[in-house]
Structures are given as structure tokens and as C-alpha cells.
């Protein structure tokens, strides 16, 4: 197990995440209550496109660099930018007084269809179906199964539960994009604040 260290700082829905391993180094800045600017370097460049289409569609800020072990491969800079940014959103969250809680996206691309149910329960759980149509292979150096490990990693750091379904989908560029998009419009929905609810989101009165 590689020694890891982190440094966190929120300031309302903003958080400022640095984490570092002997596989990769990564800071990330993310403002929930943004407009969808970013600014990425992940130094996988079909991965900076994914996240700034999360950022775009999620009305997210945010500012990321990754500096990873790419002699190896990808796969640590990837899962690894999952880990820090769901440890983001669950510090800019803080305690989730206020928010929808649940988000729902579908988002078609061409003739690829995904569609993602999220619930930021506290619980970390992700089941993917449909994943079959991506099959093996890449989309420019990105391989395909780290969709997964990416959104494996997020549900893990930030205890979120997440439905991913892969309706359709021939391009695996359309199918990837098409899940970011869709989880982005989800995690948008989720995180809103609702101005009817005056606690927390929950019978149980934490999450």
C-alpha cells in the first residue's frame, strides 16, 4: 500500500483537495454553486475532455491537476482523480442540509443513450448495466474499462449510490460521453439546494 498524504479545506460549497502517493499526485478545486468553467490536466487528453464536460453540464467549477505514473499506464491517474473528487463533493457538501439528495440525468449522444440515478446517501454503491457495449479497446489512449474505475472510485470516496445504465451505443466515444454528461446532469440535480427542505434529506436526520 502506498503511503498517501491529503490536505482538505472547504469554505461553503467550495473544497480544495490535495492528495499524494507514490503513483500520483493530484489537487483539485471544485465550487458546487459554479457555472461550469474548468480548467483540467490530467495529462490523459480524452479524460481533461470527459471532466470538462462533467464540469460544463454539472454547473461545477473546477480546477484539477494530475500528475500521474503514465510510464505505467492510466489507470492510477484515472481512479485515482475519482477518489479526490469525490472527496471534494463530499466536503463541499459538508453535512447535506438542504440539498435534493437525489439526481437523476439522461443524456443521448447520437445513437448512444445513458442514463444516471444517483443518491448521496452516504452509501457507497455502483452497479453498471449495459457495460457490454463498450466492450475492450480504447478512445484515443483512455481505455474504455476505466469509465468504471473512475465512477467505481467517486461512489467510494464520496458515499454516493449510483445506477449507471448504458441504454445503447454503437461509439465508444458517444458512450463515454454520454455517461459523464448524464452523471453531470445527475450530481447537478442531487446537489441543489431545495428550499423546502430545512435539514437534512433524511428520516434517520443524517446522511
Not at 75 to 82: F, K, N
Not at 95 to 122: C, H, M, N, W, Y
Request: aromatic share 4%.
Amino acid at each position: 500500500m502506498a503511503k498517501r498524504s491529503s490536505h482538505n479545506v472547504a469554505s461553503g460549497r467550495r473544497a480544495e483537495i490535495a492528495r499524494k502517493t507514490k503513483e500520483t499526485d493530484i489537487r483539485v478545486t471544485l465550487d458546487l454553486d459554479g457555472s461550469g468553467r474548468a480548467s483540467v490536466k490530467s495529462g490523459v487528453g480524452f479524460f481533461d475532455h470527459m471532466l470538462e464536460a462533467l464540469a460544463k453540464h454539472g454547473a461545477l467549477d473546477l480546477e484539477l491537476v494530475c500528475k500521474g505514473d503514465y510510464h505505467i499506464d492510466d489507470h492510477h491517474s484515472v481512479e485515482d482523480t475519482g477518489i479526490v473528487l469525490g472527496m471534494a463533493v463530499a466536503k463541499a457538501l459538508g453535512d447535506k442540509a438542504g440539498i435534493r439528495r437525489f439526481g437523476f440525468g439522461s443524456v443521448p449522444l447520437d445513437e448512444a443513450l445513458t442514463q444516471v440515478t444517483v443518491d448521496l446517501s452516504g452509501r457507497a454503491h455502483l452497479t453498471l448495466t449495459g457495460g457490454e457495449r463498450l466492450g475492450k479497446g480504447k478512445v484515443g489512449r483512455f481505455d474504455v474499462e476505466l469509465l468504471e474505475d473512475f465512477l467505481g472510485a467517486f461512489v467510494a470516496s464520496s458515499g454516493t449510490t449510483m445506477h449507471v445504465e448504458i441504454r445503447t451505443g454503437r461509439n465508444k466515444h458517444h458512450i463515454i460521453e454520454a455517461t459523464f454528461k448524464a452523471f453531470a446532469r445527475a450530481l447537478r440535480q442531487a446537489v441543489e439546494r431545495d428550499t423546502r427542505i430545512l435539514g437534512i434529506p433524511s428520516t434517520k436526520g443524517v446522511l
